[in-house]
């Protein structure tokens, strides 16, 4: 069988003190990433990445644009070891939340300096759009996408719950007023959920409560230089490709309120001909949602040398 690739960039959560450093001691074009970046910034993120300490690095204005970094120097490590670009490597490319702008990095889309500094204000921008403690989030789990709303909907009445990501079979999260999400929390055993999991987040993500940063995002993305993507961008909004410029910069607007259909935006690939789902970065997240998803593909990480030897092996 013909293998059809798609690489995937993970979201937040997935970082760890310690994430790119043997990256950066084994590969010249993993270090020129993590230079570029730290320039863009203004300040050593690297150097946060690589020592912590961990309560600066799990800050969401540090970690997104850090997972970026390191999805990016796996990109450009293939790209140089492989002889390949990343339209030889991959047909599609796609990113859990902020990795969308990791997979738009990775398809030239965006430059790596302008994707660091959309990040850092991303992070930002969430982080003050909804004072800390006002917001939450909560994973569902044993439910599918219908009931989950079905239980956002009873937290409604007590503010802003909406779904927020879709992210497998049996596991959506919601996000929204801290007492709305404890309001449908506590409903979700009477609509079948096996579990239900308050999440340790700074701020309610993917939520109408997001506006404010989701403005912040229009004005940044609209003098930001956009190019069409060398590889199609499955869109967390549309669970549909993308190449378009224009229609990328109003679907990254609206990905800060709206919901992250990954499970959909799998289906979509799987049934596109994608056999191989290949997540680059740090951690394994997407990995494991790739095969609940669908059983019929193939998934594997690639984020550390030894990763990365093996799937240049296997090319």
């Not at 003190?17 to 320039?39: I, N, T």
């Not at 939340?97 to 994707?115: C, F, P, T, V």
Request: with cysteine; hydrophobic share 50%; charged share 20%.
């Amino acid at each position: 069988m013909t293998t059809v690739r798609a690489f995937t960039f993970p979201g937040q959560g997935s970082q760890t003190v310690g994430m790119g450093k043997a990256l950066a001691d084994a590969y010249g074009e993993a270090r020129a990433v993590f230079e570029q970046v730290d320039e863009a910034l203004g300040e050593s993120l690297s150097r946060l990445m690589f020592d912590g300490p961990e309560e600066e690095l799990v800050l969401t204005r540090n970690a997104q644009p850090a997972l970026m970094a390191v999805s990016l120097a796996v990109v450009r490590v293939l790209e140089a070891e492989s002889g390949k670009s990343i339209s030889d490597l991959a047909s599609y490319v796609a990113g859990h939340s902020l990795g969308e702008y990791s997979a738009l990095a990775a398809a030239r889309a965006l430059d790596i300096a302008d994707a660091a500094k959309l990040l850092r204000l991303r992070g930002d921008a969430m982080q003050s759009a909804v004072p800390v403690g006002e917001g939450a989030m909560a994973a569902l789990l044993g439910v599918s996408l219908e009931t989950a709303r079905e239980i956002a909907a009873e937290g409604r009445a007590a503010g802003v719950c909406d779904i927020a990501n879709d992210n497998a079979d049996g596991q959506v999260v919601i996000s929204g007023a801290r007492a709305a999400v404890e309001r449908a929390v506590a409903a979700a055993a009477d609509k079948g959920a096996r579990k239900s999991i308050m999440l340790p987040v700074s701020a309610p993500f993917h939520c109408g409560l997001m506006a404010p940063a989701a403005d912040a995002m229009a004005s940044a993305l609209a003098i930001t230089d956009l190019r069409e993507p060398v590889v199609p961008l499955v869109a967390n909004v549309l669970a549909d490709k993308l190449e378009d410029p224009s229609a990328i910069r109003i679907r990254l607007v609206e990905q800060v309120t709206g919901m992250v259909r990954w499970r959909e935006s799998v289906l979509w690939m799987a049934a596109h001909g994608v056999t191989d789902i290949v997540e680059l970065g740090t951690g394994k997240v997407l990995t494991g949602m790739a095969k609940r998803i669908d059983r019929s593909l193939k998934g594997s990480a690639v984020g550390t040398p030894e990763e990365i030897a093996a799937f240049l092996e296997s090319l």
